[in-house]
């Protein structure tokens, strides 16, 4: 099982980028799918989520520029980010829980039950 994400990027302010998380190895179509963001010197904190019904819940800095969304029959989840800020600069990671019973970005995510990307850079400049 694998998670690869692509897409990130150096961006103005304003600006916008798509993320991508292809995975392989198992279908996602049950899963509870989730963005999470780490910047330098801080703790990893999550972004948007998406269960299999298609509920999405987004942390409050990115309600309204952010959309998370999934593709089934691709296998490919996506962050379409607008509006970008410098605050929004970090190393993206996408994830996968099957068991997640509360598909949210600022709950516990297991590590030991989840899968994980290796990550792609977003740079936001003023």
């Known amino acids: 099982a694998q998670l690869v994400e692509t897409g990130g990027g150096s961006v103005q302010a304003g600006g916008s980028l798509r993320l991508a998380c292809a995975a392989s190895?198992?279908?996602?179509?049950?899963?509870?799918m989730a963005w999470f963001r780490q910047a330098p010197g801080k703790e990893r904190e999550g972004v948007a989520a998406?269960?299999?019904?298609?509920?999405?819940k987004y942390t409050h800095s990115v309600k309204g520029r952010f959309t998370i969304s999934r593709d089934n029959a691709k296998n490919t989840l996506y962050l379409q980010m607008d509006l970008l800020k410098p605050e929004d600069t970090g190393m993206y990671y996408c994830?996968?829980?099957?068991?997640?019973?509360?598909?949210?970005?600022?709950?516990?995510?297991?590590?030991?039950?989840?899968?994980w990307g290796q990550g792609t850079q977003v740079t936001v400049s003023t």
């Open positions: 190895g198992w279908g996602i179509s049950s899963d509870c």
């Open positions: 998406i269960d299999s019904d298609g509920i999405t």
């Open positions: 994830a996968a829980d099957l068991l997640k019973l509360d598909c949210n970005p600022d709950t516990y995510w297991d590590p030991r039950r989840s899968v």
